[in-house]
């Protein structure tokens, strides 16, 4: 395990939270069952539970799916290996029910209960606390996946401690953690619009797309929206004055294509979180 800083700038906030987080997680008894995606909280969470409990009380779970994408995976498990982190994987099943690949706006809702639902039985044979990666900031989003967390007692001490995304990344960077500057990475499901049907197929499309983009050098947030036959690239604002430049664009364009759709489309207004909420009428523009 690589060591901790942690005892660095004693007056810095993020770091007394730091503390505050260890005392929670050595408050718990029989340790802890964390929902592990290998995305910037629940790898910082992991990590500093394994040095806060001793691997011998923390596992970390990874729930796979075809929603989940393979990139993700490695880098989970890349970090797993790095620092010492217990993982289990097992196989979640959401596509099967019907009102989750409905993807209506309370589609993460059907998700998170598919997965706690596989988690809690891991948890309570250990004496365990299941816990997710929810931090400070994501208390004031749009997160239906939250009420399925209530209903199975998962705890969130990121956000019990008050620890900001912004904390989380550069504590983790304190740590050597590669994720802390990693792109937010949600499930594959986000990029279809409400009310698109969630399939294999249409999440195996956006994930070859995007992995297209990435092996062209796209950084940064990037989000491919399908949306029928045209997808929406969605990339930093500062990325894209370069990939509209013809041939960057062609690029672009034969890489996108090259994912099985027929219209590409770069939106002008950059990466926005969320925007498929906006646009499905759940928050406001």
Not at 196 to 221: K, M
Not at 274 to 282: E, I, P, Q, T
Request: charge should be negative; aromatic fraction near 4%.
């Amino acid at each position: 395990m690589e060591p901790s800083l942690s005892h660095e700038a004693p007056d810095d906030p993020a770091v007394e939270r730091e503390r505050a987080l260890v005392a929670w997680l050595r408050d718990q008894p029989g340790g802890v069952v964390v929902g592990y995606s290998g995305g910037v909280d629940s790898s910082y969470l992991a990590c500093v539970a394994v040095e806060a409990l001793g691997p011998e009380r923390v596992l970390a779970v990874i729930g796979r799916s075809a929603s989940y994408p393979a990139e993700q995976w490695e880098t989970a498990r890349g970090v797993a290996e790095r620092f010492g982190i217990p993982v289990e994987e097992l196989d979640t099943n959401e596509l099967a029910d019907p009102e989750y690949a409905a993807n209506p706006s309370n589609r993460c809702y059907f998700c998170k209960r598919e997965l706690w639902s596989r988690l809690t039985p891991l948890a309570t044979a250990r004496g365990a606390t299941l816990v997710d990666g929810t931090n400070a900031d994501d208390l004031g989003d749009h997160r239906p996946g939250a009420r399925a967390g209530r209903e199975r007692d998962v705890r969130s001490p990121l956000a019990d401690v008050g620890l900001t995304k912004a904390e989380i990344r550069r504590l983790s960077a304190r740590r050597g953690l590669p994720t802390a500057a990693a792109p937010s990475a949600p499930c594959l499901a986000s990029r279809l619009p409400y009310g698109t049907a969630v399939t294999v197929e249409r999440l195996a499309q956006v994930e070859r797309a995007e992995r297209a983009l990435r092996a062209l050098g796209v950084s940064g947030d990037l989000r491919v929206r399908h949306h029928g036959e045209l997808a929406r690239i969605e990339m930093l604002a500062a990325e894209i004055d370069r990939w509209l430049e013809p041939q960057a664009a062609e690029q672009v364009r034969a890489a996108v294509l090259s994912a099985g759709f027929q219209r590409v489309a770069v939106d002008l207004r950059g990466f926005r979180s969320g925007s498929l909420n906006v646009l499905g009428g759940v928050v406001a523009g």
